[in-house]
Protein backbone atom coordinates (compact mmCIF):
# COMPACT_ATOMS: atom_id res chain seq x y z
CA UNK A 1 0.00 0.00 0.00
CA UNK A 2 1.04 3.50 -1.12
CA UNK A 3 0.46 6.98 0.26
CA UNK A 4 0.85 10.26 -2.27
CA UNK A 5 -0.16 13.40 -2.13
CA UNK A 6 -2.46 15.32 -4.80
CA UNK A 7 -3.70 19.36 -4.75
CA UNK A 8 -7.15 19.75 -4.82
CA UNK A 9 -9.03 22.07 -6.26
CA UNK A 10 -8.41 24.79 -3.23
CA UNK A 11 -4.54 23.93 -3.48
CA UNK A 12 -4.44 21.85 -0.31
CA UNK A 13 -2.78 18.46 -0.30
CA UNK A 14 -5.45 15.85 -0.04
CA UNK A 15 -3.55 12.36 0.87
CA UNK A 16 -4.56 9.67 -1.40
CA UNK A 17 -4.03 5.67 -0.13
CA UNK A 18 -3.41 3.22 -3.40
CA UNK A 19 -3.75 -0.38 -2.45
CA UNK A 20 -2.27 -3.37 -5.45
CA UNK A 21 -2.94 -5.92 -6.44
CA UNK A 22 -5.69 -6.66 -4.82
CA UNK A 23 -7.06 -9.98 -6.27
CA UNK A 24 -10.43 -11.33 -7.50
CA UNK A 25 -11.08 -14.80 -8.25
CA UNK A 26 -11.58 -15.30 -11.55
CA UNK A 27 -12.76 -18.86 -12.47
CA UNK A 28 -12.65 -19.44 -15.57
CA UNK A 29 -10.69 -16.25 -16.83
CA UNK A 30 -7.16 -17.88 -16.89
CA UNK A 31 -5.85 -15.55 -14.67
CA UNK A 32 -6.97 -14.23 -11.55
CA UNK A 33 -7.90 -10.45 -11.79
CA UNK A 34 -5.61 -8.01 -10.21
CA UNK A 35 -6.87 -4.38 -9.81
CA UNK A 36 -5.13 -1.50 -8.11
CA UNK A 37 -7.55 0.44 -5.50
CA UNK A 38 -7.29 4.18 -4.44
CA UNK A 39 -9.38 6.44 -2.35
CA UNK A 40 -8.68 9.95 -0.14
CA UNK A 41 -7.31 8.47 3.26
CA UNK A 42 -10.61 10.08 4.98
CA UNK A 43 -14.32 10.87 4.04
CA UNK A 44 -17.12 8.84 3.71
CA UNK A 45 -19.70 7.96 1.24
CA UNK A 46 -16.74 7.73 -1.41
CA UNK A 47 -18.43 7.11 -4.84
CA UNK A 48 -16.95 4.55 -7.43
CA UNK A 49 -15.17 5.21 -10.18
CA UNK A 50 -14.20 1.68 -12.26
CA UNK A 51 -11.84 2.53 -14.71
CA UNK A 52 -11.14 1.00 -17.88
CA UNK A 53 -7.55 1.07 -19.50
CA UNK A 54 -6.66 0.90 -23.34
CA UNK A 55 -4.66 -1.64 -24.98
CA UNK A 56 -1.31 -2.91 -23.66
CA UNK A 57 -1.66 -0.81 -20.06
CA UNK A 58 -2.29 -1.86 -16.59
CA UNK A 59 -3.86 -0.83 -13.27
CA UNK A 60 -0.77 1.10 -12.44
CA UNK A 61 -1.43 3.61 -15.67
CA UNK A 62 -3.39 6.82 -16.20
CA UNK A 63 -2.03 7.69 -12.95
CA UNK A 64 -2.88 11.89 -13.98
CA UNK A 65 -6.84 10.77 -13.96
CA UNK A 66 -6.76 8.09 -11.29
CA UNK A 67 -4.67 10.35 -8.40
CA UNK A 68 -6.77 13.31 -8.99
CA UNK A 69 -10.26 11.26 -8.69
CA UNK A 70 -9.16 9.76 -5.39
CA UNK A 71 -7.73 12.79 -4.15
CA UNK A 72 -11.16 14.59 -4.52
CA UNK A 73 -13.12 11.97 -2.83
CA UNK A 74 -14.04 8.93 -5.13
CA UNK A 75 -12.52 5.36 -4.84
CA UNK A 76 -11.19 4.17 -8.22
CA UNK A 77 -10.68 0.26 -8.85
CA UNK A 78 -8.37 -0.50 -11.91
CA UNK A 79 -8.41 -3.31 -13.34
CA UNK A 80 -5.86 -4.94 -14.97
CA UNK A 81 -7.75 -6.47 -18.24
CA UNK A 82 -5.84 -9.75 -20.07
CA UNK A 83 -4.64 -7.67 -22.98
CA UNK A 84 -1.97 -6.03 -20.79
CA UNK A 85 1.81 -6.26 -21.59
CA UNK A 86 2.27 -6.97 -17.92
CA UNK A 87 0.83 -10.35 -18.15
CA UNK A 88 2.74 -11.19 -21.89
CA UNK A 89 -0.77 -13.38 -23.16
CA UNK A 90 0.51 -14.11 -26.70
CA UNK A 91 -1.80 -13.93 -29.66
CA UNK A 92 -2.37 -17.39 -30.10
CA UNK A 93 -4.15 -17.58 -26.81
CA UNK A 94 -7.32 -19.21 -27.27
CA UNK A 95 -8.65 -16.24 -25.02
CA UNK A 96 -7.42 -13.83 -27.00
CA UNK A 97 -10.58 -13.55 -29.34
CA UNK A 98 -12.59 -13.09 -26.75
CA UNK A 99 -10.60 -10.69 -24.94
CA UNK A 100 -12.95 -7.72 -25.92
CA UNK A 101 -15.59 -9.73 -23.62
CA UNK A 102 -13.15 -10.71 -20.89
CA UNK A 103 -12.59 -7.09 -20.01
CA UNK A 104 -16.16 -6.33 -20.15
CA UNK A 105 -16.98 -9.12 -17.63
CA UNK A 106 -13.68 -7.87 -15.63
CA UNK A 107 -15.71 -4.52 -15.01
CA UNK A 108 -19.13 -6.28 -13.95
CA UNK A 109 -16.80 -8.46 -11.45
CA UNK A 110 -14.74 -5.69 -10.20
CA UNK A 111 -18.68 -4.54 -9.48
CA UNK A 112 -19.67 -7.87 -7.83
CA UNK A 113 -16.54 -8.05 -5.64
CA UNK A 114 -16.81 -4.41 -3.78
CA UNK A 115 -17.23 -6.16 -0.98
CA UNK A 116 -14.15 -8.03 -1.47
CA UNK A 117 -12.08 -4.83 -2.53
CA UNK A 118 -13.90 -2.67 0.69
CA UNK A 119 -12.40 -4.98 3.17
CA UNK A 120 -8.60 -5.42 1.64
CA UNK A 121 -7.77 -1.97 1.82
CA UNK A 122 -6.89 -1.28 5.30
CA UNK A 123 -9.29 1.62 6.48
CA UNK A 124 -11.62 1.48 3.58
CA UNK A 125 -13.96 -0.38 5.50
CA UNK A 126 -17.40 1.17 5.62
CA UNK A 127 -16.31 4.00 3.63
CA UNK A 128 -18.39 3.75 -0.08
CA UNK A 129 -21.51 4.25 -1.47
CA UNK A 130 -22.85 1.91 -3.52
CA UNK A 131 -25.40 3.81 -5.26
CA UNK A 132 -23.18 6.33 -7.07
CA UNK A 133 -21.01 3.89 -9.14
CA UNK A 134 -19.47 5.45 -12.73
CA UNK A 135 -17.50 3.78 -15.12
CA UNK A 136 -14.58 5.01 -17.46
CA UNK A 137 -12.30 4.17 -19.73
CA UNK A 138 -9.70 4.98 -22.49
CA UNK A 139 -9.59 3.73 -26.11
CA UNK A 140 -10.11 -0.03 -25.82
CA UNK A 141 -11.54 0.36 -22.44
CA UNK A 142 -13.90 3.37 -23.39
CA UNK A 143 -15.11 0.67 -25.59
CA UNK A 144 -15.11 -1.68 -23.28
CA UNK A 145 -16.97 0.73 -20.34
CA UNK A 146 -19.58 1.58 -22.82
CA UNK A 147 -21.09 -1.77 -22.61
CA UNK A 148 -22.39 -1.15 -19.49
CA UNK A 149 -23.77 2.07 -20.75
CA UNK A 150 -25.68 0.35 -23.12
CA UNK A 151 -23.68 0.20 -25.99
CA UNK A 152 -23.96 -2.96 -27.88
CA UNK A 153 -21.55 -4.68 -30.37
CA UNK A 154 -23.20 -5.64 -33.58
CA UNK A 155 -23.19 -8.89 -35.11
CA UNK A 156 -21.93 -9.74 -38.75
CA UNK A 157 -25.19 -9.34 -39.59
CA UNK A 158 -25.51 -6.07 -38.45
CA UNK A 159 -27.94 -7.10 -35.37
CA UNK A 160 -27.39 -5.65 -32.14
CA UNK A 161 -25.89 -8.35 -29.86
CA UNK A 162 -26.05 -9.22 -26.03
CA UNK A 163 -27.25 -6.29 -23.91
CA UNK A 164 -24.20 -6.06 -21.48
CA UNK A 165 -25.67 -2.37 -19.49
CA UNK A 166 -25.08 -2.71 -15.83
CA UNK A 167 -27.74 -0.98 -13.59
CA UNK A 168 -25.89 -0.49 -11.14
CA UNK A 169 -23.33 1.91 -13.39
CA UNK A 170 -25.22 5.79 -13.23
CA UNK A 171 -22.93 7.48 -15.25
CA UNK A 172 -19.64 7.36 -17.76
CA UNK A 173 -16.85 9.09 -18.63
CA UNK A 174 -15.22 7.61 -22.31
CA UNK A 175 -12.05 9.00 -23.37
CA UNK A 176 -11.70 8.92 -27.19
CA UNK A 177 -14.01 6.33 -27.79
CA UNK A 178 -13.81 4.83 -31.10
CA UNK A 179 -16.50 5.24 -33.76
CA UNK A 180 -19.33 3.34 -36.07
CA UNK A 181 -17.66 -0.07 -37.66
CA UNK A 182 -19.01 1.07 -40.93
CA UNK A 183 -15.93 3.42 -41.26
CA UNK A 184 -13.37 0.77 -40.34
CA UNK A 185 -10.45 -0.09 -42.29
CA UNK A 186 -10.44 -3.33 -44.25
CA UNK A 187 -8.03 -4.72 -42.11
CA UNK A 188 -9.76 -3.72 -38.80
CA UNK A 189 -13.44 -4.96 -39.93
CA UNK A 190 -11.56 -8.18 -40.36
CA UNK A 191 -9.54 -8.76 -37.46
CA UNK A 192 -11.70 -6.50 -34.68
CA UNK A 193 -15.27 -7.50 -34.69
CA UNK A 194 -16.31 -6.30 -31.44
CA UNK A 195 -15.58 -2.83 -32.99
CA UNK A 196 -18.95 -2.42 -34.50
CA UNK A 197 -20.84 -0.90 -31.55
CA UNK A 198 -24.39 0.82 -31.85
CA UNK A 199 -24.83 3.58 -29.83
CA UNK A 200 -28.83 3.46 -29.89
CA UNK A 201 -29.70 1.93 -26.38
CA UNK A 202 -26.22 3.88 -24.96
CA UNK A 203 -28.99 5.79 -22.45
CA UNK A 204 -27.32 6.19 -19.53
CA UNK A 205 -25.53 9.59 -19.05
CA UNK A 206 -21.87 10.23 -20.38
CA UNK A 207 -19.06 12.49 -20.59
CA UNK A 208 -17.23 11.61 -24.09
CA UNK A 209 -13.95 13.39 -24.49
CA UNK A 210 -12.69 13.67 -27.90
CA UNK A 211 -9.02 15.42 -29.34
CA UNK A 212 -9.78 16.99 -33.03
CA UNK A 213 -6.45 16.07 -34.43
CA UNK A 214 -6.76 11.90 -33.34
CA UNK A 215 -6.37 10.28 -36.51
CA UNK A 216 -6.98 6.57 -36.56
CA UNK A 217 -5.08 4.23 -38.46
CA UNK A 218 -7.92 1.91 -37.95
CA UNK A 219 -10.28 4.42 -39.67
CA UNK A 220 -11.20 5.83 -42.86
CA UNK A 221 -12.42 9.12 -41.11
CA UNK A 222 -10.88 11.86 -39.62
CA UNK A 223 -10.85 12.53 -35.84
CA UNK A 224 -14.79 13.67 -36.30
CA UNK A 225 -15.15 9.14 -35.48
CA UNK A 226 -14.53 9.92 -31.75
CA UNK A 227 -18.23 11.94 -31.98
CA UNK A 228 -19.57 9.36 -32.91
CA UNK A 229 -20.89 7.75 -29.23
CA UNK A 230 -22.17 11.53 -28.67
CA UNK A 231 -23.73 11.71 -31.78
CA UNK A 232 -26.02 8.62 -32.12
CA UNK A 233 -26.69 7.88 -28.33
CA UNK A 234 -30.06 8.88 -26.65
CA UNK A 235 -30.20 10.71 -23.35
CA UNK A 236 -28.02 12.75 -21.88
CA UNK A 237 -24.99 13.33 -23.03
CA UNK A 238 -22.24 15.56 -23.33
CA UNK A 239 -19.12 16.21 -25.17
CA UNK A 240 -15.73 17.70 -24.81
CA UNK A 241 -13.53 18.07 -28.21
CA UNK A 242 -10.20 19.12 -27.26
CA UNK A 243 -8.27 21.10 -29.71
CA UNK A 244 -4.91 19.64 -30.92
CA UNK A 245 -5.61 16.13 -28.92
CA UNK A 246 -4.02 13.13 -29.69
CA UNK A 247 -4.71 9.43 -28.90
CA UNK A 248 -3.28 10.58 -25.47
CA UNK A 249 -5.38 13.72 -25.10
CA UNK A 250 -2.47 15.22 -23.66
CA UNK A 251 -0.84 12.61 -21.87
CA UNK A 252 -3.95 11.16 -19.45
CA UNK A 253 -2.54 7.63 -19.96
CA UNK A 254 0.95 9.31 -18.09
CA UNK A 255 3.20 11.46 -18.06
CA UNK A 256 6.72 11.20 -20.17
CA UNK A 257 4.82 7.53 -21.48
CA UNK A 258 5.92 6.28 -24.89
CA UNK A 259 2.01 6.67 -25.76
CA UNK A 260 1.56 10.05 -24.88
CA UNK A 261 2.65 12.06 -28.63
CA UNK A 262 1.01 15.61 -27.62
CA UNK A 263 2.45 16.21 -23.78
CA UNK A 264 0.15 18.67 -22.51
CA UNK A 265 0.01 19.23 -18.65
CA UNK A 266 -2.57 22.23 -19.36
CA UNK A 267 -4.70 20.06 -21.53
CA UNK A 268 -4.69 16.81 -19.13
CA UNK A 269 -5.61 19.67 -15.82
CA UNK A 270 -8.67 20.14 -18.33
CA UNK A 271 -9.47 16.74 -18.33
CA UNK A 272 -9.58 16.19 -14.61
CA UNK A 273 -11.71 19.29 -13.54
CA UNK A 274 -13.86 18.72 -16.11
CA UNK A 275 -14.56 15.04 -15.78
CA UNK A 276 -14.48 15.58 -11.73
CA UNK A 277 -16.80 18.25 -12.02
CA UNK A 278 -18.92 16.13 -14.65
CA UNK A 279 -19.41 12.98 -12.25
CA UNK A 280 -20.44 15.20 -9.28
CA UNK A 281 -23.21 16.47 -11.39
CA UNK A 282 -24.30 13.23 -12.87
CA UNK A 283 -23.94 11.16 -9.51
CA UNK A 284 -25.09 14.09 -7.08
CA UNK A 285 -27.04 16.39 -9.45
CA UNK A 286 -25.11 18.94 -7.96
CA UNK A 287 -24.49 21.29 -11.07
CA UNK A 288 -22.88 23.91 -10.02
CA UNK A 289 -19.30 23.12 -10.12
CA UNK A 290 -19.98 21.47 -13.41
CA UNK A 291 -21.58 24.51 -14.72
CA UNK A 292 -18.96 26.40 -12.95
CA UNK A 293 -16.23 24.88 -15.56
CA UNK A 294 -18.56 24.68 -18.37
CA UNK A 295 -18.93 28.69 -18.36
CA UNK A 296 -14.67 29.32 -17.38
CA UNK A 297 -14.35 27.00 -20.75
CA UNK A 298 -16.63 28.86 -22.87
CA UNK A 299 -15.66 32.64 -21.43
CA UNK A 300 -11.85 31.11 -21.58
CA UNK A 301 -10.17 33.82 -24.27
CA UNK A 302 -7.57 30.84 -25.38
CA UNK A 303 -9.74 27.63 -25.08
CA UNK A 304 -8.27 24.65 -25.06
CA UNK A 305 -11.66 22.65 -26.22
CA UNK A 306 -15.09 23.25 -26.65
CA UNK A 307 -17.95 21.79 -25.16
CA UNK A 308 -21.75 20.75 -25.68
CA UNK A 309 -24.51 19.05 -24.25
CA UNK A 310 -27.60 17.10 -25.38
Same mark, same amino acid.
Given at each position: ???????????????????? +?????????????????????? &???? +????? #?????????????????????????????? *????? *???????????????????? %???????????? =??? +?? *???? %????????????? &????????????? *?????????????????????????????? %?????????????????????? =???????????????? $????????????? $??? #?????????? #????????????????????????????? =??????????????????? =???????????????
Amino acid at each position: MSESKTANAQGAPTTVVSAR +PVVLSAPGRGDDLQVRVSAPAT &GTGL +PVIVF #SHGFGWSMDGYAPLADFWAAHGFMVIQPTH *LDSRT *LGIPAEDPRTPRIWRLRIED %LTRVLDGLDVLE =ASV +PG *LAGR %LDRDRVAVAGHSW &GAQSASTLLGARV *LDSEGKPGEDMSDPRVKAGVLLALTGLGDD %LVPFAAEHFPFMKPSFDTMTTP =ALIVAGDKDQSHLSTR $GPDWFTDPYTYSP $GSK #SLLTLFEAEH #SLGGIPGHEVAETTDASPARVALIQQLTT =AYLRSALYGEDTAWKAAAT =ALEEDPNPLGTLQSK
